[in-house]
T-cell receptor, first 115, second 113 residues
Framework: AQKITQTQPGMFVQEKEAVTLDCTYD???????LFWYKQPSSGEMIFLIY??????QNATEGRYSLNFQKARKSANLVISASQLGDSAMYFC????????????FGQGTELSVKP | NAGVTQTPKFRVLKTGQSMTLLCAQD?????MYWYRQDPGMGLRLIHY???????AKGEVPDGYNVSRLKKQNFLLGLESAAPSQTSVYFC????????????FGPGTRLLVL
């Protein structure tokens, strides 16, 4: 079975500073993808970044980067230069490639950016 | 190109009533999914479909049925609603199994009294 663990229910960060949101995963599959989604208070799920299990380089998308440590089964999200609009719930998810494309989500981390 | 749309956006049901949630995508995606999100939790997969005419159970399928008669539509049915089914329901789609992202609809908020 696959499992995602996000150990930080809530985080605070000062505007313009960097923040790391933790994500560890458990899977027996060799091929999988890891995702981060942002869910603002309006409720929609916004895709942020993706990392494939065979990707050798850490994924980056603008201010978002993924610190992927395969041996430790961790996929932490780093947000640089935090903005007030980054305040939201953040979900880590795993997609085992041989299981029909479904995503398994963690419980989320609520990030609050202080001015 | 509307992406993934969900109908309705909000619904209130009484216990025992039935309803159908509609998900539509205009991206010609093969894969479609229904998730539910309960307060303070991540999304959990209810059912999914890997192509027209096919469906499969996810993590929490009990009390729900689905149909994929057309490639662009994925219906989620509640035959006899229960208060435990009060949740926000998200539909998603993706083009292939080895996806790089799933595209989510805006969600349907369901309240069962």
């Amino acid at each position: 079975a696959q499992k995602i663990t996000q150990t930080q229910p809530g985080m605070f960060v000062q505007e313009k500073e960097a923040v790391t949101l933790d994500c560890t995963y458990d899977t027996s599959d060799q091929s999988y993808g890891l995702f981060w989604y942002k869910q603002p208070s309006s409720g929609e799920m916004i895709f942020l970044i993706y990392q494939g299990s065979y990707d050798e380089q850490n994924a980056t998308e603008g201010r978002y980067s993924l610190n992927f440590q395969k041996a430790r089964k961790s996929a932490n999200l780093v947000i640089s230069a935090s903005q007030l609009g980054d305040s939201a719930m953040y979900f880590c998810a795993i997609h085992p490639y041989n299981q029909g494309g479904k995503l398994i989500f963690g419980q989320g981390t609520e990030l609050s950016v202080k001015p | 190109n509307a992406g993934v749309t969900q109908t309705p956006k909000f619904r209130v049901l009484k216990t025992g009533q039935s309803m159908t949630l509609l998900c539509a995508q205009d991206m010609n995606h093969e894969y479609m999914y229904w998730y539910r999100q309960d307060p303070g939790m991540g999304l959990r997969l209810i059912h999914y479909s890997v192509g027209e005419g096919t469906t499969a159970k996810g993590e929490v399928p009990d009390g729900y049925n689905v149909s994929r008669l057309k490639k662009q539509n994925f219906l989620l049915g509640l035959e006899s609603a229960a208060p435990s089914q009060t949740s926000v329901y998200f539909c998603a789609s993706s083009p292939s199994r080895t996806l790089e992202t799933q595209y989510f609809g805006p969600g349907t908020r369901l309240l069962v009294l």
